[in-house]
C-alpha cells in the first residue's frame, strides 16, 4: 500500500514567486492534514480536510496561503507571492478517521527554500 | 495552554549507548501520545503511540517509552542505540483533531 506522497520534494524559490506543493494521501483516508516546519521550530498544524471540505484552517498564517483539495482525493498548498519566512517543510498526513487517539501517517514533506 | 515540551534540543551519545529522550505535556486531561522519529531526508515515521492501559509501550526499532501521568512525561528510552539512530525525533500530543508537537530532539550517534 503506497503511502503518503508529496511533490515535489525540494523546491527553491524566489521571494515573491509561487509555489504549489501536492500531497496525495493514503487511498482511502478522507481526512487530509497540512503541516510546516519552520527550521528550528515545532511542526505546526496548518489545516484539515475531510473529504474536500475544510474542516480546521485554524494554523494557516495568512491569506497567501490556499489549500485546495478538489474532490477530496490529492491536495495541493500554494503559497503566493511567498515570503523568506515561508521557507520550511511543509508536512502532509492522512487519516481514516479522525478524533482523538487517531493515529496519522506523515509523507516526506516538501522542502521549500524561498531566497 | 496546550503544549509539547522535548527539553533536549541536541543529544550525543556513543554506538551502543543507552538513550533517553525526553517529553513533557501540559494538558488538562491525559492525550494520546506519540513519538515520530525523522531521519535525514526522509519523512516523518511513526514510532510508538499510548493511547491507554500498559503505560510502557513498545515500539519500532527497539525503541520504548513509558507514560508518567504524575510526572505529565513520556519519554522515549532505547538500551543500545544504532549509528542508523541518528536522526530527530519528535513527541507529539492529540487532544482532538490536531496534533502538538515538541520541538524535536537532535540524535548524534558515535562511533
Known amino acids: 500500500e503506497a503511502g503518503v506522497t508529496q511533490f515535489p520534494s525540494h523546491s527553491v524559490i524566489e521571494k515573491g514567486q509561487t509555489v504549489t506543493l501536492r500531497c496525495d494521501p493514503i487511498?482511502?483516508?478522507?481526512?487530509l492534514y497540512w503541516y510546516r516546519r519552520v527550521m528550528g521550530k515545532e511542526i505546526k498544524f496548518l489545516l484539515h480536510f475531510v473529504k474536500e471540505s475544510k474542516q480546521d484552517e485554524s494554523g494557516m498564517p495568512n491569506n497567501r496561503f490556499l489549500a485546495e483539495r478538489t474532490g477530496g482525493t490529492y491536495s495541493t498548498l500554494k503559497v503566493q507571492p511567498a515570503e523568506l519566512e515561508d521557507s520550511g517543510v511543509y508536512f502532509c498526513?492522512?487519516?481514516?478517521?479522525?478524533?482523538?487517539?487517531?493515529?496519522?501517517?506523515f509523507g516526506e514533506g516538501s522542502w521549500l527554500t524561498v531566497v | 495552554a496546550q503544549s509539547v515540551t522535548q527539553p533536549d534540543i541536541h543529544i550525543t551519545v556513543s554506538e551502543g549507548a543507552s538513550l533517553e529522550l525526553r517529553c513533557n505535556y501540559s494538558?488538562?486531561?491525559?492525550?494520546?501520545l506519540f513519538w515520530y522519529v525523522q531521519s535525514p531526508g526522509q519523512g516523518l515515521q511513526l514510532l510508538l503511540k499510548?493511547?491507554?492501559?500498559?503505560?510502557l509501550v513498545q515500539g519500532i526499532k527497539g525503541f520504548e517509552a513509558e507514560f508518567k501521568r504524575s510526572q505529565s512525561s513520556f519519554n522515549l528510552r532505547k538500551p543500545s542505540v544504532h549509528w542508523s539512530d541518528a536522526a530527530e525525533y519528535f513527541c507529539?500530543?492529540?487532544?482532538?483533531?490536531?496534533?502538538?508537537f515538541g520541538t524535536g530532539t537532535s540524535l548524534t550517534v558515535i562511533p
Open positions: 499510548y493511547f491507554s492501559g500498559d503505560t
Open positions: 487511498s482511502g483516508h478522507d481526512n
Open positions: 507529539a500530543a492529540n487532544t482532538g483533531n490536531q496534533f502538538y
Open positions: 498526513a492522512s487519516s481514516q478517521e479522525q478524533g482523538v487517539g487517531n493515529t496519522i501517517y
Open positions: 494538558y488538562g486531561a491525559t492525550p494520546y
